[in-house]
C-alpha cells in the first residue's frame, strides 16, 4: 500500500526554512546607491526626498497590512503587533509628507502649519518603528489572541508617539557639529534602538522565521539612522542616504513576505497534488477492498456453510435493571443443529427452546456484549445434555447488542476426562492405601487402615472385611468400619459375626471370583435380603486371594441400585488382591518374628554361657592372688584362737569374725566363676540355723547400712521379725550369708533417700524362708525380668551387674526358690525358701574330725610369696616342726636334691602351684623322681578347681586350698607321714 504524503508544515512553524535570495540584493543596492551618493558630496535633492519620504510611508503602510492579513489567516498575535507598529509608523512618515508638501489654494493653510509640524513628524517615526519591533520580539513567547495584550501594545506605542511628538516639537532640529561631527543629537540613539532590536531578533530568530528578515532590515536601517546623525538639511545627501536605507529595509521585508507567501503557495500546490495523487490511491484501494470484500464475503459463506464447529450470532434482550434474560439466534450455520440437537432456531428465543437452560450462560454472554471482551471457554448445557468448548466475541460497536459464538461439541471427551481422571484418582487411592498398609504389620490395623480409606474417599454406605474359614464354610467379620458401623448393629454384621455361605454371590467369592451385584433386592437370598432390609441395594464382594486360597473377602455396599462403575469394580479387584498380599506378608511377619525371638533368646542364653565361662576364666586367676593373699590371716587367726586361751571376750569375738570373714572370702572366690552351676557332689551341706546367720550379717554389714548411710545424711532403719524355734536347713553357711549379705547392699541401694529394711524369716511344714524387704524405688517389669542377668544393672558405673547373679547362683545349688516382689515407688521384697531336709541331722554331723600330726617332721616349704612362707614358717614351726623354707620352684628341687645326695631327707614336701620358671608340678615330678615315696602336698589357690575338674597334677598325694585351714593341714601331714618315716 503506497504511503500517504506528508502535510507540510503549518505556515507559523518556527523551524520551517526562508528563501531570501532575491530579498538579500536589497542591501547591496542601497550600499552602492548610498556610496555614489556619498561619493558626490553633500547636495540638495528636494524632488528625490519628497519620492524617498512618501516611497517609506506607503511601503510601511503595505507592510502593515501584510502583517495584518497574516495575523488574521495564522491567528497569531506576533504578525499582528508587527501590523501595529508598521501602520503606525506609516501614518507618522505620511504625516511627515504632506507637510513637506507646498500646498495653495484651499491646503494653503497646510503649507502654512508645515513649520509648526514637520520638526515633529519624521523623528517620531524613527523611534517608534525600532520601538514596536522590540516590544513584539519580547511579546514573542506570549503569542496569545488575548485583547488585553494587544490594547496594551497599542496604547505604549500610542502613548511613545505622543511624547515624541511633543519632545520633538520643542527639539532643536539642526545643531552645530558636535562630538564625532554629528549634526543630529536628537536622533542619537534611533541606530542603537535598531542595534538592539537587530541583535534580539538574530538570536531569536529559531522563534520565528520573520526574525531573520527583520534582523537584517534592522541592519540596514541601523546604518541608514547613523548617516542621518550627520544630515544638516531635510534633503541634502545624508539624509537622502537615511531615506534611501529606510525604503531599502522596508523593500527587504517586503520582498521576504513576497517570497514566503510565494513558498507557503507553492508548498500548497504540491500538497493538493499530493493530495490529488492520494485520492486516486485511495480510490484506487478502495475499488480493490471492495473486490476483496466480494470474495471474502463468498469465502465466508462457503465456510460458514461447511464449518464442522457450530456457529450462530445472537442478539442479547436485557430486562429493565439491564440484566441478561435471554437471547435470539439471527444467524446459524449448518452443524448447528448436530452440535446442539435444536431444530429451526433461527429467529427464535433460546428460551423458547429450552426453558432450563442455565442462568450463568446469559450472563456470560450479557458481559461480552457491554464490555467487548472476547471470551474462550468451557462448560456444561445441561439442557441439552451437552459440554460445549465455546468462543464467543461481540458484533459490532458499543451499542451493538450481538455476539458472535462459535462452538464445539466436547461432551464425548468430557466423559472420557471424567472417566480419565476417576481411574487417576482410582490409582492414587490405591497407592495411598498400599503406602499405608506397608507400614503395618499387624491384621487388624491394616483391615482398619483399607476400609476407613475406603470410607473417606469413595461415597459408600458400609464397608466390612471377612476372613474366610473353609472347615466350616462361613465367614467371619473381622473388621468394620467406623462410619459403617450403626448400619452393621442394625444388619447384626459387627465384628466376630458370622456370615453362612449358601448358594449366593458370596459362594462365587470364595471361590475367587468378584461379585457384583447391582440389585441385591432381587437377589433372593438370606444374607443379600438381609442388606437389602437395611436400605442397601448395590454389592461388591472382592475376595482376599493369596497364593490360590481365598482366605476372605472385602464386602463394600451402597443404598443406590447400579451405582458401582466398572472401574470402581476392578479398583475394588486390585485393592483386594494388595490387601490379601499385605495380609499374606503380616502372617510371614509375625512367623519371622516369632523365629527372630527364638533365635534372640537362644542367642542370649549363649551369650550368657559365655559371659559366665569368661567370668570363671578371670575368677580362677583372681583368687590364686586372694587366697594368697588372705592365707596369712587365715593362719594367724586360726593359731591364735588356738594358741592363746588367755584372749579377752572381746579380742576372741573379733578373731572370731575375722575367721568367718576370711572363710566368706574364700568360698566367694572359689565360686566367682560358678554363677548359674549346679550344685557341686563336693560342696558340703552343713546344718544351718537361719536366725543366728541372719544376726552374723546383720553385723557384718552394720557399716554399709548404718554408718555410710548416715555420712550421706540419711536413716535406713534396720528391722528384723524372726520366728522362734525355727528348724535348721541343710546348706553352706558361707554361700547363704553371701546371697543374704548381697540383698542387704541391694536393698540399701535401692533407697538412696532412706527408709526401712526388714529381714524376716517364716517357717512352714516343708521349707523354711528368708524374705528382706525394703520401702525403696522398686523396679518395673522389664527390670524385675532381667535383674539376675549377670552383668545386667541400674547402677550405672557404681554397680558390677554380680550382686543378684550370685544370689541366684547359691540359691540353684541349694536346690530352693527365689521370688521377687515389686513395683515402681513401692518397695522390693526378695524371698528364698530353703526345702526342709527329709531326716533328722544328727549334731555329731557338724563335728569335724581331727587327727593328731607327728611332731619334729622336717619339712620342705616351696613358694613364690615371701608373706605365705613366713606365716607357713611361724606356724608350722610352732607345732614343733623343723623347715626349710625355699623361695620358687627351682630353688626347692635344688635344695631337696642337695638334702638328697647329702643322705638328709626331708619327710614331706609341700610346694605351691603357680610359680614362675619351675612349677608345683615341676617341683612334684623332681621329687618323685628322686624320692617315689616321699610325699607332696600341692597347697594352691586353685585346688578346689583342680579337685572338681579332675586336674589334680600327678606326682601330687594331696591338693590342700588356700587359704590353707590348720585342721586340714595337720591331718594332710598325719595322713601322709607315718611315725615310722619321721625318724
Partial sequence: MAKSPQASPEPNAANRPVQQTHAAGMPIVFGLIGAVLLALGRKDYPHLHTILDTSAGLLSAVLALLFWDMSARTLRSFPKWLAISFGMTSLLEIAHVFVTIEWSGIFAPLAQAASVWRPATWPPAAYLLPVGIGCSVWLLPHDEKQRQRTAAFVGLLILTSVVLFAAFRWLPRYTSPAALGITRPTLVLVPLLW??????????????????????????????????????????????????????????????????????????????????????????????????????????????????????????????????????????????????????????????????????????????ALTGEPLHFENEAKALGRHYDVCAYRVGGPESRKVGILFNDITARKIAERKAHAQLTCLALLNQITRAVGERQDLPSIFQVVIRTLEDQLPIDCACICLYDPIDNLLTVASVGIKSQPLALELVLTEQARIAIDANGLSRCVRGQLVYEPDISAVQFPFPQRLARGGLRALVAAPLLVENQVFGALLVARRETQSFSSGECEFLRQLSEHVALAAHQSQLYGSLQKAYEDLRETQQAVMQQERLRALGQMASGIAHDINNAISPITLYTESLLEREPNLSPNARGYLETIQRAIDDVAQTVTRMREFYRQREPQMTLVPVDMNPLVQQVIDLTRARWSDMAHQRGIVIEMQTELAPGLPAIMGAESEIREALTNLIFNAVDAMPQGGALTLRTQATSKSVSLEVTDTGLGMDEDTRRRCFEPFFTTKGEQGTGLGLAMVYGAVQRHSAEIEIDSALGQGTTVRLSFALPTATVSSSARMVTTHAAPSALRILLVDDDPVLLKSLEDILKADGHVLTVTYGGQAGIDAFRVAHEQGDLFD????????????????????????????????????????????????????????????????????????????
Fill in 908 to 983: 614331706i614336701v609341700i610346694t605351691d602351684l603357680g610359680m614362675p620358671y619351675a612349677d608345683g608340678r615341676k617341683v612334684a615330678g623332681a621329687v618323685k623322681a628322686l624320692a617315689p615315696s616321699m610325699p607332696v602336698i600341692l597347697l594352691t589357690g586353685w585346688g578346689q578347681r583342680l579337685e572338681i575338674e579332675g586336674d589334680v597334677p600327678a606326682h601330687v598325694d594331696r591338693v590342700l586350698s588356700k587359704p590353707p585351714k590348720l585342721g586340714e593341714l595337720r591331718e594332710a601331714l598325719a595322713a601322709l607321714v607315718t611315725p615310722a618315716g619321721s625318724a
Fill in 195 to 368: 542595534a538592539m532590536t537587530g541583535w534580539v531578533c538574530w538570536r531569536r530568530r529559531d522563534a520565528d522565521r520573520l526574525l531573520p528578515m527583520l534582523a537584517l532590515m534592522a541592519a540596514v536601517l541601523f546604518l541608514a539612522h547613523v548617516s542621518m546623525l550627520y544630515s544638516r538639511a531635510p534633503h541634502d545627501t545624508q539624509a537622502m542616504v537615511a531615506h534611501l536605507g529606510k525604503v531599502a529595509g522596508y523593500l527587504l521585508v517586503l520582498l521576504t513576505v513576497m517570497q514566503m507567501a510565494s513558498s507557503d503557495i507553492w508548498e500548497r500546490i504540491q500538497a493538493e497534488r499530493a493530495l490529488a495523487r492520494l485520492n486516486e490511491e485511495l480510490e484506487r484501494r478502495v475499488q480493490e477492498r471492495t473486490a476483496e470484500l466480494s470474495q471474502s464475503e463468498v469465502r465466508y459463506r462457503t465456510l460458514f456453510e461447511t464449518l464442522i464447529e457450530g456457529f450462530c450470532t445472537i442478539e442479547m434482550i436485557f430486562d429493565a435493571n439491564g440484566k441478561p434474560v435471554d437471547y435470539r439466534f439471527l444467524e446459524i450455520n449448518p452443524a448447528f443443529e448436530n452440535q446442539t440437537g435444536l431444530h429451526d432456531a433461527q429467529g427464535k428465543l433460546m428460551r423458547d427452546l429450552a426453558p432450563n437452560h442455565e442462568t450463568h450462560w446469559f450472563e456470560i454472554y450479557g458481559k461480552i
